[in-house]
């Protein structure tokens, strides 16, 4: 078995999907991504958690130019099906509710939008990895713009070029390390063999780094991000904020870093700063939000920040707690984005400051709503706990002073994400409040999925830390060698 | 050489089909004929790349001729066909506009395969000429009689430097020929006589001006927007791909040697082709317009193979207009389904396309992907191709002025798709043809298959 038929089956699921009526659209796109999800948990079963590289497929495809149709599994990219994996079929459940105009049409994409995203997470080869890369943004360009809110148009064709400008430079770099192998191959091991100079390394460092660090987003280049996510429907978000930011920072770890570990060494400090900068601007703003589900957008570029500021810190701690963070955060942010979602689909607004006591009227709601937040602010036996415990060790460990602002921060977040709890679920009903509904049905089987895996994965996070610990290991002391050796 | 035959008598034969009134039988005479000259031309293609030459070498048949003859002829098929009923509305005698198509595209067939400077000049005397024609060739309209007045007036002062660029060469070569040319330039090096180097200069500055690469390119707009839109999609197409065929033909043979002198040259010029063509493509409310200025920042990306001179560069150039030329056939085709509804060229005329029309416009925004260049289609094979290839030069800084352009360019591109699927609009279904939807979405399939396996057409050359 090899990873193309999970490349394949949504690409295939997607046409099928657009032969259904509008109505039954969702039911079979569920059904599909649960087909998948069942292959993906063929996948984790059968595979040996060392450092190699499984299910591999690896076949000609531009043979002239050195491409080959190259993907395979290793730890950290098992981590990454999986959570794409998990999320598609929920993200698709928590859409039961909406009536999608020309529904069947927004399920085909997002169908295909995981073809993408799958690619991404277990390519080898430079060119696919790039392909995998568009086809996931196309989609969602689609998705937030044919089913967003008013100002659509504009904030998204700012999102589309933000990002399609990002990973044109990554084209060049990629292209440029292409050049650079002995036997003209896009093949990662032979880019990983390269050594490059300083000077040539430094290009291909911020090449990748523009592309990366605008899809995460990572500060200055986050602007897109709030107005994306606010008017996005909300399925479209929930795929941006939930799998495909990750996308982001898997490059990071897999295509940035190991192809230009001295100049990482070098750069790696400037861009550990610009996250730490993330995480104080994204907290900072947060708190200030009155819309919740903006509010989220931005405590998210704080979460993510954490993640990046983990990984430039360069340790093992930090790679794990990157790799477990990126899967609790998916999970968490998703949650948040559907508890805003059904909030607004009941009372017709997101403001905070309009709301209250609606843990009153819905007691089922108000105990999934305060999971979902003790995850996100990292409380113990919570998801978010593991990830930001080690991710902070890891900044400790590069610097006190960094560890202590990024600390600081996240209690911060504490502050704003309870707040946000208290002012809408606690106090006094209101008219506008009095008439929310419990949750019933689809979002009740959403909500429960989310908090059960917020504490499963809070309780015992072993299994998914065992996945990439071998590969985050290997990793790391393949970078840390090559750098080791050219001390300046 | 049996492909040039044909494709010389269809014409005539084509006229008299008109002079005894057998419109009908026009339109599949024309596609038959084509067919049969696709054909005979390749057959001609060998594995091996084996050249073998007509008419005391004149011209010289190689994989390379064999590909751009049948890109060209495939064009022109599709482009015939979309014409079904539509020459009928513009005037009574049309078989003369499938004859001086034909005409032109005999023209395009010797400049792809010539061997002979002679040979280049007539191909390309033949083909413009004939499209002096067609330009006008709407006798009772201004706009029409403005563009053909204007391309006949800077085209013929092109041909003059291109002429003058040939006699130079030949003043100092004392040969048409191109291996003797070549030959010369080899033996010469760099002591070559200044009337050499002035001939090469003029000879880029008519060839850029016959492809509207700038600052030539100031008839291209006008031109494009007076002339009935298939004629501009067919100059906007087959004919700039032949200039590039022809444009690299020459240089990769001859002046091959010489290249530090005239890449500084083009360098330029690839630079303000893509800032011209883009920027200015930004501003217009015309889509037939901003075809126009984009398909001048086209020629600035297909003269990146020509900068960047290599071993590559042939396959660079026919997978990039390739990909060029089928999704142009559909943006005008598109353009004139709905100009004949709406009865405008704006953009708003595609306002909410996509509610009535999924089909059209579905097919329109596979265009629009392949002409910005965005993965699994075309158009990003043929960037990917040239990118690579001014890459493994080393031009790093012009790669990044072409990024910096394929951005701007999403702008323009991104409106069409922005007008059909965001906006709405009050309209009517627009009917499409049958023969439309077999080109449309034969263009569209050809676009997406070419952008995933590109392998089924990049072996041609070599």
Not at chain 1, 198 to 218: E, S
Not at chain 2, 161 to 190: E, H, K, N, P
Not at chain 2, 393 to 418: C, D, E, P
């Amino acid at each position: 078995m090899t990873v193309s038929i999970l490349l394949f089956l949504p690409v295939v699921a997607a046409v099928l999907t657009l032969f259904f009526k509008n109505e039954v659209a969702k039911h079979a796109a569920l059904f599909f991504a649960l087909v998948e999800l069942g292959l993906a948990i063929s996948f984790v079963t059968g595979f040996v958690p060392n450092a190699s590289i499984q299910y591999l497929v690896d076949v000609p495809w531009i043979p002239q130019f050195g491409i080959y149709f190259s993907a395979g599994i290793d730890g950290i990219s098992m981590v990454m099906v999986l959570l794409t994996t998990v999320l598609v079929p929920l993200i698709i459940l928590s859409t039961y509710e909406h009536q999608y105009k020309n529904g069947k049409a927004i399920y085909a994409l997002i169908l295909f939008m995981q073809a993408g995203l799958l690619t991404v997470f277990t390519a080898l080869d430079g060119f696919l990895f790039y392909v995998g890369w568009e086809a996931a943004l196309i989609p969602i360009y689609f998705i937030c713009a044919l089913w967003g809110g008013e100002n659509r148009i504009r904030v998204n064709i700012k999102f589309f070029i933000y990002t399609f400008a990002g990973s044109l430079f990554m084209l060049v770099a990629i292209i440029y390390l292409y050049l650079q192998t002995p036997n003209k191959l896009y093949d990662i091991h032979s880019f990983y063999e390269l050594s490059l100079s300083m000077k040539q390394q430094t290009w291909i460092f911020w090449g990748f780094f523009i592309a990366f660090a605008i899809k995460m987003p990572v500060f200055p280049f986050h602007t897109w991000q709030p107005d994306t996510y606010t008017e996005a429907p909300t399925a479209g978000t929930m795929m941006l904020s939930g799998i495909m930011l990750k996308m982001g920072i898997y490059g990071v770890i897999r295509w940035l870093i190991p192809n230009a570990p001295i100049a990482f060494a070098y750069w790696g400090y400037y861009a550990l700063i610009l996250s730490v900068i993330g995480i104080v601007y994204g907290s900072v703003i947060a708190f200030k939000q009155k819309d919740g589900k903006r509010l989220v957008a931005y405590s998210s570029i704080a979460h993510v920040g954490l993640i990046a500021a983990g990984i430039f810190a360069w340790s093992v701690q930090g790679l794990q707690g990157a790799m477990i963070q990126m899967v609790s955060h998916g999970i968490n942010v998703v949650g948040m984005f559907f508890i805003w979602d059904i909030i607004s689909r009941r009372l017709g607004t997101r403001d905070i400051s309009l709301m209250g006591g609606i843990a009153k009227v819905a007691p089922k709601f108000s105990i999934a709503f305060l999971i979902i937040v003790l995850g996100t602010v990292a409380l113990p036996l919570t998801n978010g706990f593991v990830g930001e415990f080690l991710l902070l060790k890891g900044v400790y460990n590069y610097t006190i002073v960094f560890a202590a602002v990024a600390g600081l921060t996240i209690i911060f977040g504490a502050v704003y994400m309870l707040r946000m709890y208290k002012n809408v679920m606690q106090g006094e009903l209101n008219e506008l409040t009095a008439t929310f509904t419990d949750i019933k049905g689809s979002e009740k089987l959403v909500l429960g999925i989310i908090c059960a895996l917020i504490i499963i994965i809070g309780v015992y996070p072993q299994p998914l830390l065992h996945l990439s610990e071998a590969s985050i290991t290997n990793l790391f002391q393949t970078v840390s060698a090559k750098f080791a050796a050219a001390k300046f | 050489m049996t492909s040039i035959i044909i494709i010389a008598i269809l014409p005539i034969v084509l006229l008299y089909l008109g002079l005894y009134k057998a419109q009908k039988a026009l339109l599949p005479v024309a596609v038959l004929g084509l067919l049969a000259a696709l054909v005979t031309s390749v057959m001609q293609w060998t594995t091996l790349d084996e050249a073998h030459s007509e008419f005391n070498g004149m011209l010289l048949y190689n994989n390379f001729s064999v590909a751009f003859s049948a890109i060209s002829i495939i064009s022109t098929i599709l482009i015939l066909l979309l014409s079904k009923g539509y020459f009928e509305k513009i005037s009574n005698h049309i078989a003369e506009y499938y004859a001086i198509i034909l005409f032109s595209l005999t023209g395009i067939l010797v400049m792809v395969s010539y061997h002979n400077l002679t040979m280049m000049f007539i191909g390309i005397e033949i083909m413009s000429v004939s499209l002096y024609i067609l330009a006008g060739i709407r006798k009772n309209d201004f706009a029409s009689n403005e563009a053909a007045l204007k391309y006949f007036l800077m085209g013929a002062f092109s041909t003059g430097f291109l002429l003058f660029g040939i006699a130079l060469i030949y003043g100092a070569t004392g040969s048409f020929d191109i291996d003797i040319i070549r030959d010369w330039v080899l033996s010469a090096g760099r002591k070559a006589d200044p009337m050499f180097y002035t001939g090469v200069m003029l000879i880029i500055v008519g060839l850029c001006f016959k492809v509207g690469a700038a600052p030539f390119h100031f008839w291209t707009p006008d031109v494009y927007e007076g002339a009935p839109s298939l004629i501009t999609l067919f100059m906007s197409t087959v004919v700039k791909v032949a200039g590039f065929a022809a444009f690299l033909r020459l240089f990769s043979a001859c002046f091959l040697p010489i290249a530090q002198f005239w890449t500084p040259v083009l360098l330029v010029i690839t630079i303000l082709t893509l800032f011209i063509g883009n920027i200015t493509a930004l501003y217009q409310q015309s889509f037939k317009r901003m075809m126009a200025f984009s398909s001048i920042s086209h020629a600035g990306y297909l003269l990146f193979a020509i900068v960047a001179i290599g071993a590559s560069s042939a396959t660079s150039i026919f997978m990039y207009s390739t990909a060029y030329s089928i999704a142009s056939i559909i943006a005008f085709g598109g353009l004139i389904l709905v100009r004949q509804q709406t009865g405008t060229d704006n953009f708003e005329g595609f306002n909410g396309l996509a509610g009535k029309n999924p089909f059209l416009a579905l097919v329109l925004t596979v265009a629009m992907l392949s002409l910005a260049g965005i993965p699994l289609t075309a158009g990003f094979i043929g960037k990917f191709y040239m990118f690579s290839g001014a890459l493994s030069q080393y031009r790093i800084w012009l790669v990044i002025v072409a990024v910096v352009n394929a951005i701007i360019s999403i702008f323009y591109y991104f409106r069409v798709i922005i007008a059909m699927y965001f906006r709405s609009a009050d309209r009517e279904q627009v009917e499409v043809p049958a023969y439309y939807k077999f080109v449309l979405g034969f263009s569209a399939l050809a676009t997406i298959i070419v952008g995933v396996y590109p392998t089924l057409i990049s072996g041609l050359i070599k």
